[in-house]
């Protein structure tokens, strides 16, 4: 899931001794693996949001201890930072306490256009063209790579199989299909569907993609399009239902309202399948958002965590290699941190084809899905666009004019745009 999707990250807040970097609370880091009076010549500063699969920190924290091990000149202090990752991270990379190395979430092109990350081309080497395509495509910017991408997020819908069954419903195949199956699940007891708290989550995306608009095309804000006005404004007939559930304990991002039986069908995540597994075992099957209508496609969305080198930083050098490093030459490692800790897609192919945990079952199912129908946000998407997009869709799902509040908001968004490109 994208970082810049929700305030509070999927993995949850974590809590534990805080530090403060820039006037702005940061997460509480590890004493570096060299020892700040060691032989290293070099500490890096390694940020990562605060994940909430257990033993996430542990990991990361045995990576840089064995870089270290590799690279004696260099220590790493790994900071665990929780709340809203995102603005942190903004904000500390306008000072000198700016991270090193540090993870993002929907790869942001704004951040290499203004000068924030350093170009990683050199990194990739022969390794390059094992990387899955569109995860190199989604870190270009005008030719040149500024990331390697960790893992891949897949999120689609999960459902479950008895429940449909004993009502007689087939898995939805079409929108159309989706909310009479919504509809028909919803009963005294509960909603037939759980998207997120706010009645949205993703769907206004999943929406304009599943009727083959597009949210930004070639520079251009383009989700006021008559294709994206049709679907966003389609919408509304979850909400007219009352299928939709709301206002849940947990969002979307946890499968609990899936498996405590709350609803028969959610909008989740691969990384909640393991959890899924264990409480439900193979009653549940995986579909991707439906087509909106006919020539419309299916869509699952692509997200996950890509890690950048702070081209203002002072350690430059000892940064591109310790990215390097790890989630270029340590495919050991790339596969206990796809599989290890929930379930991710390891971003090169051949880590992903030696995953055995994803090779099978429903995980199996979802990395096929991700291959045909994966979608990644635009590199321009970031979460003023993202924000004046759902903001326009909120209002139209209440009875709002489709067309007039997505135009507006695509005149609005398009300025952001084009301080982004500018730089």
């Not at 939709?244 to 309202?257: E, K, R, V, Y």
């Not at 899924?276 to 965590?305: N, Q, S, Y």
Request: glycine fraction near 12%.
């Amino acid at each position: 899931m994208s970082a810049q999707r929700t305030h509070l990250s999927r993995r949850g807040f974590l809590g534990g001794s805080l530090m403060v970097v820039a006037g702005a609370v940061v997460g509480c880091g590890t004493h570096p693996t060299g020892g700040s009076s060691g032989g290293a010549r070099t500490t890096l500063n390694v940020w990562y949001h605060a994940y909430g699969e257990a033993g996430t920190q542990q990991a990361a924290t045995r990576y840089a201890t064995a870089f270290t091990k590799a690279n004696p000149d260099i220590a790493v202090k790994v900071t665990w930072v929780p709340g809203d990752y995102t603005s942190k991270l903004n904000a500390s990379l306008l000072t000198e306490a700016a991270p090193d190395v540090f993870e993002t979430g929907d790869f942001s092109e704004s951040l290499a256009r203004r000068g924030q990350i350093a170009a990683l081309d050199d990194l990739y080497g022969s390794a390059g063209p094992d990387f899955n395509k569109g995860d190199r495509d989604a870190v270009t910017v005008e030719g040149k790579r500024y990331g390697v991408k960790m893992i891949d997020d897949i999120m689609m819908l999960y459902y479950r199989r008895s429940v449909l069954s004993k009502a007689g419903i087939t898995p939805p195949q079409t929108f159309d299909e989706l909310v009479a199956a919504a509809k028909a699940l919803t009963t005294k007891d509960g909603k037939g569907l759980f998207v997120g708290n706010d009645g949205l989550g993703d769907t206004p995306i999943l929406a304009v993609l599943s009727n083959r608009g597009e949210l930004v095309a070639n520079g251009k804000a383009a989700f006021d399009s008559p294709q994206a006005v049709e679907a966003v404004a389609g919408l509304k007939r979850l909400h007219d239902d009352q299928s939709l559930q709301l206002g849940f304990t947990t969002d979307w991002w946890d499968p609990a309202a899936f498996t405590q039986n709350v609803v028969p069908m959610q909008w989740c995540g691969l990384w909640a399948m393991p959890q899924i597994k264990t409480a439900l075992g193979d009653d549940f099957g995986v579909l991707p958002w439906p087509a909106f209508k006919a020539g419309g496609t299916p869509v699952v969305r692509v997200g996950g965590w890509t890690s950048c080198v702070n081209a203002k930083g002072r350690n430059v050098d000892a940064a591109k290699r310790y990215v390097q490093w790890l989630w270029i030459q340590q495919t050991d490692l790339q596969k206990d941190w796809a599989e290890g800790y929930g379930f991710h897609i390891p971003p090169r192919n051949s880590v992903a084809a030696a995953a055995d945990k994803l090779a099978t079952g429903p995980a199996k199912e979802t990395v096929a899905l991700a291959a045909k129908y994966g979608r990644n946000n635009p590199g321009t998407w970031d979460s003023a666009v993202g924000t004046l997009f759902s903001s326009a869709a909120a209002k139209i799902v209440t009875g709002g004019d489709a067309a007039a509040l997505l135009a507006a908001a695509a005149q609005q968004a398009q300025a952001d745009i084009d301080k982004q490109i500018s730089g």
